[in-house]
T-cell receptor
Framework: GAGVSQSPSNKVTEKGKDVELRCDPI?????LYWYRQSLGQGLEFLIY????????KSGLPSDRFSAERTGGSVSTLTIQRTQQEDSAVYLC????????????FGPGTRLTVT | GQQLNQSPQSMFIQEGEDVSMNCTSS?????WLWYKQDPGEGPVLLIA?????ELTSNGRLTAQFGITRKDSFLNISASIPSDVGIYFC????????????FGTGTKLQVIP
């Protein structure tokens, strides 16, 4: 079946521009997570959505980062006024329910800020 | 906050050799997870451990949940070229929703 998909796969943007990254989770998965992976680093938690509950935004590094999840499905991560240190791979994952450890990851979006 | 230290950071091995990598934490976890990430892909769950002392196998992979709840190791036996990738450990505090904390990864290269 279809897995988690993300778009675009690669994004190059100029410093100061805004970018939007999209995640389509697996159908029926109620939990959705965003992570950031910098070169040579582990996964840094950014934000978590579960059903209609308020999202856990505790991992967002600054107020330039925001995310939405519409209709309990597709999610968009927005980075405003991008900085070079925002360059990383942004990974989205979904799981069947909030208590499921088994997160299914998308292929990621590689963001390069020049 | 919790930190997970993985070692080694990278390793080169000959095909057929066994591999061992470990993960230590400054905090106690109730669940330990091991993921593998292939180039250009997201991580895929390999093994999940739920009890201190638990030893679990998945094919050529074996992982153990340390007695202290602060460490875990992953062994790969008889390595093959497709084992190449980055292996991440991850810890989770308890059931229900808890953020998963990921280690920094071990990059494995297998020489045919």
């Amino acid at each position: 079946g279809a897995g988690v998909s993300q778009s675009p796969s690669n994004k190059v943007t100029e410093k100061g521009k805004d970018v939007e990254l999209r995640c389509d989770p697996i159908s029926g998965h109620t939990a959705l997570y965003w992570y950031r992976q910098s070169l040579g680093q582990g996964l840094e938690f950014l934000i978590y959505f579960q059903g209609n509950s308020a999202p856990d935004k505790s991992g967002l590094p600054s107020d330039r980062f925001s995310a939405e999840r519409t209709g309990g499905s597709v999610s968009t991560l927005t980075i405003q006024r991008t900085q070079q240190e925002d360059s990383a791979v942004y990974l989205c994952a979904s799981s069947l329910r909030e208590s499921s450890y088994e997160q299914y990851f998308g292929p990621g979006t590689r963001l390069t800020v020049t | 906050g919790q930190q997970l230290n993985q070692s080694p950071q990278s390793m080169f091995i000959q095909e057929g050799e066994d591999v061992s990598m470990n993960c230590t934490s400054s905090s106690i976890f109730n669940t330990w997870l091991w993921y593998k990430q292939d180039p250009g892909e997201g991580p895929v769950l390999l093994i999940a451990l739920y009890k201190a002392g638990e030893l679990t196998s998945n094919g050529r992979l074996t992982a153990q949940f340390g007695i202290t709840r602060k460490d875990s190791f992953l062994n790969i036996s008889a390595s093959i070229p497709s084992d190449v990738g980055i292996y991440f450990c991850a810890g989770q505090l308890s059931g229900g929703y808890q953020k998963v904390t990921f280690g920094t990864g071990t990059k494995l290269q297998v020489i045919p």
